[in-house]
C-alpha cells in the first residue's frame, strides 16, 4: 500500500511542475503561429523558410525531439509518424504544410489533454477525501498531529468543520456527518455515543470525542483513495485490445506509405506527389482518436459511478456491469437491515398494550437477543421493571420473576416445558408472554427491509435486466415473504454458501451475465464467482473482500442508475470506435488517390480525436 501514498506526495509535486510547463508550451505556441503568419506576407518573403522553421520548433521542439529518437529505436507511435511527415513535407519544399502538421497535432493534443484532465477531476475529488491532520487528546490536552502517527485505540478530538481522520467510535458528544463524499447521500447522519463513524466524513455540527478503531492506513478514506487508484490500472479487454491494436496497426501503415512512396518510382511516376500521398496517408491513419478515447469512457464512467456511492476495483469490470442480465441479492444485511422489527403484537385478558411490552423488554434487556431493540423501536416510552430470579432456557426463551409474578417469554417449546395451555390458537413464529402460566400476549418478528429495496425490481427491469433473484440462508418462508413483497422473480432460500455457489454457476452456464449482491464479509465466494460482484461495504474491511464493486454507501436504489452509466459508456466506446475508423478509411482512401492536403489529414485526425473525447466526457451520466 505505501507506494500508493508516495504517488499521492510526488502527485502534488508533478501538478506544479507541469502547470508551469504547460503555461510555456502555450506562449510557444502562440509565438509559432505569429511566425507562421509572418512568412506568409510578402514583406518577409526572403526569411520565409527561417520563419518556418522557427515555427516547427518552437511549436514541436519536444514532439520532434522524442520522433527522431523513437525512429533510431524502431519504435513506431504517434509521435514517430509526425515527425516523419513534418520533416519529408518540408525536405519536398512543402514548408507551409510542414508547419500546419505540427500546429494542427498540437492544437489537437491541447484538446485531449484538457478533456481527459476534465474527467479525471471526480478521481481527484475522491483523493481530498482524506485528512492530513487529527487532534490526539491526552491527558486531557489536544495536540494536532500528523494523521499517520495515530495507532488504534487513541482517542482523538473531531471539531466541528473538520475531516474524520480516521475510523472510531464515539466515546463522547453527538453531532451530524456530512458522508456524501463516501456514500453520495446528501442529507447528513445524526451520530451520537457508541456509533461508529468512517473517515472521509466531515463533521458538521458538535465537536465528538472518538476512539481510533482503525489507523489511517486500513481506514475507509485511504482504502477507497487506494483502490480508486488501482482502478484506473486495471484495464478492461476493449482496453487491452485498442492498445494492441495500435501497436500492431502503427507498423503496417508505416509499411503502406512506404508501398505509396515507392510506387513512382517502378511506374516512372511523379515522385513528389506520390511522396505527398504516402504521407497524407501516415498522418491520416494515426489511431491516437482510440487510443484516447476508449480508456477515458471507461475512466469518466469510473468516476461518475463512485459519485453514485460504488467503489468499482477497474475499468476493466465495467464491461460486465453494462452486460447484466441477472442480478441476485442475499436477503439479510443486504435487502434488509438486518434489524428485526414487531410485526403484529395481540394482547388477551385484562393486560395492556403497555404493560406486556414492558414485561417483555424488562427480561429482554438482561439477554443478548436482538428482540429487546425491536420492542424498543416499536414503542419508544417504555418501563423497565425489576427482574428477579432471572434464567435463560437455550432455545426456548426467558424466565424471570417480576412484581412477585412468575413471567415467561419464549416460543412454543417454552409454553411445552412449562404446561401451558395453548387455546388461543397462536401461530407458529410467535413469541408468547406467559403471566402466572395464563398466555397474557405474543408479538412476531419480521426482519426490516431496507427502505431503498422496495422499488428495486421495477428499477432493475426498466434498464434491461432480465431477472431479479433472491439467494438466502434463512429459511423458505421468511424468504419467500420477503420476496415476495419485494416482486423478486425467483426466491431460493434455505441455502448453503456453496448452494449460493452453486446457483451463480448455474446461471453463468445458461449464458447470463450475473451480479450478485452480498455481505462483503460471509458471501465471499459466490462474490468472486460472480460476473460482477458487489459488496455493501460501510464500515468492514474493503481492501479485502473479494467483490469487483463496493457499495459504500450501502444504498441499492442506486444501482439501476450504475448500471445504466456503464451501459453509456459502452455504447460511447462502440460509438467512438465506429466512428473513427469510418473517419480514417475516407482519408486514407482519398490521401492514396491524391485529392485530400496533408492539413486536411492532420484535421480529420485532430477533429475524430476532439469529437470522440468530448462524445466519452459529455455522454457518460
Given at each position: 500500500m505505501s507506494c500508493h501514498h508516495c504517488e499521492h506526495e510526488h502527485h502534488h509535486e508533478h501538478e506544479h511542475h507541469s502547470q508551469k510547463e504547460e503555461k510555456l508550451s502555450?506562449?510557444?505556441?502562440?509565438?509559432?503561429?505569429?511566425?507562421?503568419?509572418?512568412?506568409?506576407?510578402?514583406?518577409?518573403?526572403?526569411?520565409?523558410?527561417?520563419?518556418?522553421?522557427?515555427?516547427?520548433?518552437?511549436?514541436?521542439?519536444?514532439?520532434?525531439?522524442?520522433?527522431?529518437?523513437?525512429i533510431f529505436h524502431f519504435n513506431f507511435e504517434e509521435e514517430t509518424l509526425m515527425t516523419i511527415a513534418v520533416i519529408a513535407a518540408f525536405a519536398l519544399g512543402e514548408y507551409v504544410e510542414s508547419c500546419l502538421v505540427i500546429l494542427l497535432y498540437r492544437f489537437g493534443e491541447f484538446l485531449e489533454e484538457r478533456a481527459s484532465e476534465k474527467s479525471e477531476d471526480s478521481i481527484k475529488e475522491i483523493v481530498k477525501i482524506k485528512a492530513d491532520t487529527a487532534n490526539r487528546v491526552i491527558n486531557n490536552t489536544i495536540e494536532t498531529v500528523d494523521v499517520k502517527e495515530i495507532k488504534v485505540g487513541d482517542t482523538i478530538l473531531i471539531k466541528p468543520g473538520e475531516k474524520i481522520p480516521v475510523d472510531g467510535i464515539i466515546i463522547y458528544?453527538?453531532?451530524?456527518?456530512?458522508?456524501?463524499?463516501?456514500?453520495?447521500?446528501?442529507?447528513?447522519?445524526?451520530?451520537?455515543?457508541e456509533n461508529e463513524v468512517l473517515s472521509g466524513g466531515v463533521n458538521l455540527t458538535g465537536a465528538i470525542?472518538?476512539?481510533v478503531i482503525r489507523d489511517v492506513e486500513h481506514s475507509t478514506a485511504s482504502q477507497i483513495v487506494d483502490l480508486v487508484y488501482e482502478a484506473t490500472n486495471n484495464k478492461g479487454k476493449t482496453e487491452k485490445f485498442i492498445t494492441k491494436f495500435s501497436k500492431v496497426y502503427t507498423p503496417i501503415v508505416i509499411i503502406i506509405a512506404i508501398l505509396i512512396a515507392i510506387v513512382p518510382f517502378i511506374f516512372k511516376l511523379d515522385v513528389k506527389e506520390w511522396i505527398l500521398r504516402a504521407l497524407i496517408f501516415l498522418v491520416a491513419s494515426c489511431p491516437c482518436s482510440l487510443v484516447i478515447s476508449v480508456p477515458l469512457s471507461f475512466f469518466t464512467s469510473l468516476g461518475k459511478i463512485s459519485k453514485k456511492g460504488m467503489i468499482i476495483k477497474g475499468t476493466k469490470h465495467i464491461e460486465n456491469l453494462a452486460k447484466a442480465s441477472v442480478v441476485a441479492f442475499d436477503k439479510t444485511g443486504t435487502l434488509t437491515t438486518g434489524k428485526m422489527k414487531i410485526e403484529q403484537i395481540e394482547v388477551f385478558g385484562n393486560n395492556t398494550e403497555e404493560t406486556i411490552l414492558s414485561y417483555m423488554y424488562s427480561l429482554e434487556l438482561l439477554s443478548n437477543h436482538p428482540i429487546g431493540t425491536a420492542i424498543k423501536d416499536y414503542h419508544d416510552d417504555i418501563k423497565q421493571k425489576k427482574v428477579e430470579e432471572y434464567k435463560e432456557i437455550a432455545g426456548h426463551g426467558?424466565?424471570?420473576?417480576?412484581?412477585?409474578?412468575?413471567?415467561?417469554?419464549?416460543?412454543?417449546?417454552?409454553?411445552?416445558?412449562?404446561?401451558?395451555?395453548?387455546?388461543?390458537?397462536?401461530?407458529?413464529?410467535?413469541?408468547?408472554?406467559?403471566i402466572e402460566r395464563k398466555i397474557a400476549g405474543y408479538i412476531t418478528l419480521t426482519e426490516e427491509i431496507r427502505k431503498e429495496s422496495k422499488n428495486l425490481v421495477k428499477e432493475l427491469k426498466n434498464i434491461g435486466v432480465k431477472k431479479a433473484i433472491m439467494l438466502t440462508g434463512d429459511n423458505e418462508k421468511s424468504g419467500e415473504k420477503i420476496g415476495k413483497e419485494l416482486n423478486f422473480d425467483e426466491i431460493k432460500a434455505s441455502?448453503?454458501?456453496?448452494?449460493?455457489?452453486?446457483?451463480?454457476?448455474?446461471?453463468?452456464?445458461?449464458?447470463?451475465?450475473?451480479?450478485?449482491?452480498?455481505?462483503?464479509i460471509n458471501d465471499s465466494p459466490v462474490l468472486a464467482s460472480s460476473n460482477f460482484g458487489i459488496a455493501m461495504g460501510a464500515g468492514t474491511n474493503i481492501a479485502s473482500i473479494t467483490a469487483d464493486g463496493i457499495l459504500i454507501s450501502n444504498n441499492l436504489s442506486t444501482l439501476p442508475s450504475m448500471i445504466k452509466t456503464a451501459k453509456r459508456a459502452m455504447k460511447v466506446v462502440k460509438a467512438n470506435i465506429i466512428f473513427s475508423l469510418l473517419v480514417k478509411l475516407i482519408v486514407l482512401l482519398l490521401g492514396a488517390i491524391g485529392i485530400a492536403p496533408i492539413w486536411l489529414a492532420i484535421l480529420a485526425d485532430t477533429g475524430v480525436t476532439f469529437l470522440t473525447v468530448v462524445n466519452a466526457v459529455q455522454n457518460i451520466k
Amino acid at each position: 500500500m505505501s507506494c500508493h501514498h508516495c504517488e499521492h506526495e510526488h502527485h502534488h509535486e508533478h501538478e506544479h511542475h507541469s502547470q508551469k510547463e504547460e503555461k510555456l508550451s502555450i506562449y510557444l505556441y502562440g509565438i509559432a503561429i505569429l511566425f507562421l503568419i509572418l512568412s506568409l506576407i510578402p514583406v518577409f518573403a526572403p526569411y520565409k523558410i527561417e520563419l518556418i522553421v522557427l515555427a516547427i520548433l518552437f511549436s514541436g521542439y519536444e514532439l520532434l525531439w522524442n520522433g527522431i529518437k523513437n525512429i533510431f529505436h524502431f519504435n513506431f507511435e504517434e509521435e514517430t509518424l509526425m515527425t516523419i511527415a513534418v520533416i519529408a513535407a518540408f525536405a519536398l519544399g512543402e514548408y507551409v504544410e510542414s508547419c500546419l502538421v505540427i500546429l494542427l497535432y498540437r492544437f489537437g493534443e491541447f484538446l485531449e489533454e484538457r478533456a481527459s484532465e476534465k474527467s479525471e477531476d471526480s478521481i481527484k475529488e475522491i483523493v481530498k477525501i482524506k485528512a492530513d491532520t487529527a487532534n490526539r487528546v491526552i491527558n486531557n490536552t489536544i495536540e494536532t498531529v500528523d494523521v499517520k502517527e495515530i495507532k488504534v485505540g487513541d482517542t482523538i478530538l473531531i471539531k466541528p468543520g473538520e475531516k474524520i481522520p480516521v475510523d472510531g467510535i464515539i466515546i463522547y458528544g453527538e453531532s451530524e456527518i456530512d458522508t456524501s463524499t463516501l456514500t453520495g447521500e446528501s442529507a447528513p447522519m445524526y451520530v451520537t455515543k457508541e456509533n461508529e463513524v468512517l473517515s472521509g466524513g466531515v463533521n458538521l455540527t458538535g465537536a465528538i470525542t472518538c476512539r481510533v478503531i482503525r489507523d489511517v492506513e486500513h481506514s475507509t478514506a485511504s482504502q477507497i483513495v487506494d483502490l480508486v487508484y488501482e482502478a484506473t490500472n486495471n484495464k478492461g479487454k476493449t482496453e487491452k485490445f485498442i492498445t494492441k491494436f495500435s501497436k500492431v496497426y502503427t507498423p503496417i501503415v508505416i509499411i503502406i506509405a512506404i508501398l505509396i512512396a515507392i510506387v513512382p518510382f517502378i511506374f516512372k511516376l511523379d515522385v513528389k506527389e506520390w511522396i505527398l500521398r504516402a504521407l497524407i496517408f501516415l498522418v491520416a491513419s494515426c489511431p491516437c482518436s482510440l487510443v484516447i478515447s476508449v480508456p477515458l469512457s471507461f475512466f469518466t464512467s469510473l468516476g461518475k459511478i463512485s459519485k453514485k456511492g460504488m467503489i468499482i476495483k477497474g475499468t476493466k469490470h465495467i464491461e460486465n456491469l453494462a452486460k447484466a442480465s441477472v442480478v441476485a441479492f442475499d436477503k439479510t444485511g443486504t435487502l434488509t437491515t438486518g434489524k428485526m422489527k414487531i410485526e403484529q403484537i395481540e394482547v388477551f385478558g385484562n393486560n395492556t398494550e403497555e404493560t406486556i411490552l414492558s414485561y417483555m423488554y424488562s427480561l429482554e434487556l438482561l439477554s443478548n437477543h436482538p428482540i429487546g431493540t425491536a420492542i424498543k423501536d416499536y414503542h419508544d416510552d417504555i418501563k423497565q421493571k425489576k427482574v428477579e430470579e432471572y434464567k435463560e432456557i437455550a432455545g426456548h426463551g426467558l424466565y424471570g420473576k417480576i412484581e412477585q409474578k412468575e413471567v415467561l417469554f419464549g416460543n412454543h417449546k417454552l409454553l411445552e416445558q412449562y404446561q401451558v395451555t395453548n387455546d388461543k390458537g397462536i401461530p407458529q413464529n410467535a413469541i408468547c408472554l406467559v403471566i402466572e402460566r395464563k398466555i397474557a400476549g405474543y408479538i412476531t418478528l419480521t426482519e426490516e427491509i431496507r427502505k431503498e429495496s422496495k422499488n428495486l425490481v421495477k428499477e432493475l427491469k426498466n434498464i434491461g435486466v432480465k431477472k431479479a433473484i433472491m439467494l438466502t440462508g434463512d429459511n423458505e418462508k421468511s424468504g419467500e415473504k420477503i420476496g415476495k413483497e419485494l416482486n423478486f422473480d425467483e426466491i431460493k432460500a434455505s441455502l448453503l454458501p456453496q448452494e449460493k455457489l452453486k446457483a451463480i454457476e448455474e446461471l453463468k452456464q445458461k449464458g447470463e451475465n450475473v451480479i450478485f449482491v452480498g455481505d462483503g464479509i460471509n458471501d465471499s465466494p459466490v462474490l468472486a464467482s460472480s460476473n460482477f460482484g458487489i459488496a455493501m461495504g460501510a464500515g468492514t474491511n474493503i481492501a479485502s473482500i473479494t467483490a469487483d464493486g463496493i457499495l459504500i454507501s450501502n444504498n441499492l436504489s442506486t444501482l439501476p442508475s450504475m448500471i445504466k452509466t456503464a451501459k453509456r459508456a459502452m455504447k460511447v466506446v462502440k460509438a467512438n470506435i465506429i466512428f473513427s475508423l469510418l473517419v480514417k478509411l475516407i482519408v486514407l482512401l482519398l490521401g492514396a488517390i491524391g485529392i485530400a492536403p496533408i492539413w486536411l489529414a492532420i484535421l480529420a485526425d485532430t477533429g475524430v480525436t476532439f469529437l470522440t473525447v468530448v462524445n466519452a466526457v459529455q455522454n457518460i451520466k
